[in-house]
């Protein structure tokens, strides 16, 4: 596997299991950057954008980054608590009264903060459009069901 980039030989063991993602581990493509006082230690990429591997993955590839936000949204969280704004043992129907649909009308604010109420995805497969759009993904979590019993 080509991995393409930079990286300071302080880091080449970041590199080998970066390259090893590929080997051993099933990845298509990927890229890692890390900085040190501003300054770029590490800037990588390799594999490939598609599952067919017939486009390469380059410097400037753009991808989804879902999760990375989560610690982001659970400081916010934290904050409107620490101001009185947010209580994590109130329902969700508290703020949002319209989830309170089909088995999640006992949902409190920690079983979100947790990953425990019972939503770890969507029970239909939604397309990127769709997945962008602010309105229609409330409206699936709104009439989705929960996957076990919140808590």
């Given at each position: ?124 497969q939604l397309s990127l459009e769709q997945i962008c759009d602010w309105e229609f993904v409330i409206g699936v979590l709104e ?9």
């Open positions: 596997m080509i991995v393409n980039g930079y990286c300071d030989e302080k880091f080449a063991s970041v590199r080998e299991e970066f390259e090893r993602n590929f080997e051993q581990r099933g990845d298509i493509g990927a890229s890692f950057a890390a900085t040190i006082e501003g300054e770029f230690v590490i800037d990588i990429w390799g594999g490939h954008r598609n599952a067919a591997k017939s486009i390469a993955w380059e410097e400037d590839t753009i991808v989804n980054v879902f999760s990375s936000t989560k610690p982001f949204y659970f400081l916010a969280a934290l904050m409107l608590a620490d101001r009185g704004q947010l209580v994590f043992e109130d329902k969700v129907t508290k703020y949002w009264p319209e989830y309170g649909q089909k088995g999640k009308e006992a949902t409190e604010i920690r079983h979100l903060m947790s990953h425990s109420a019972g939503l770890p995805g969507f029970g239909v009439r989705q069901e929960p996957w076990w019993e919140p808590g």
